[in-house]
């Protein structure tokens, strides 16, 4: 079983950057595809944003499309989230996640493997 570990999270101004990563450990995570997710106060989760296995290829929600960087490292066992030009509406507790196959999804059900979340705070 995988254990993902997310961290990067904090305080930021709009405009700025943060980067976040996720740090697999007990399994290899090179051989599926990958996710962040977030979820907003009072909110339900939403997909932010996928890599497949291979790093080929990358999905983005339209609310961070253009501004958002998903990559992964395979042989680190990690994935970042490079997140520029924040916004107030970004702030929520980001998830990393893993999923059993190699292509990419935006439904958090089909994701088996969760990090415990990391708190983005953007100000306006």
């Known amino acids: 079983q995988v254990h993902l570990e997310e961290s990067g999270g904090g305080l930021a101004q709009a405009g700025g950057s943060l980067r976040l990563s996720c740090a697999a450990s007990g399994r290899t995570i090179s051989s599926y595809a990958m996710g962040w997710f977030r979820q907003a106060p009072g909110k339900e989760r939403e997909f932010a944003a996928a890599?497949?296995?291979?790093?080929?290829?990358?999905y983005y929600a339209d609310s961070v499309k253009g501004r958002f960087t998903i990559s992964r490292d395979n042989a680190k066992n990690t994935v970042l989230l490079q997140m520029n030009s924040l916004k107030p509406e970004d702030t929520g507790v980001y998830y990393c996640a893993q999923r059993l196959a190699s292509v990419h999804s935006t439904s958090a059900n089909r994701y088996a493997y969760w990090g415990q979340g990391t708190q983005v705070t953007v100000s306006s």
């Open positions: 890599i497949s296995r291979s790093g080929g290829s990358t």
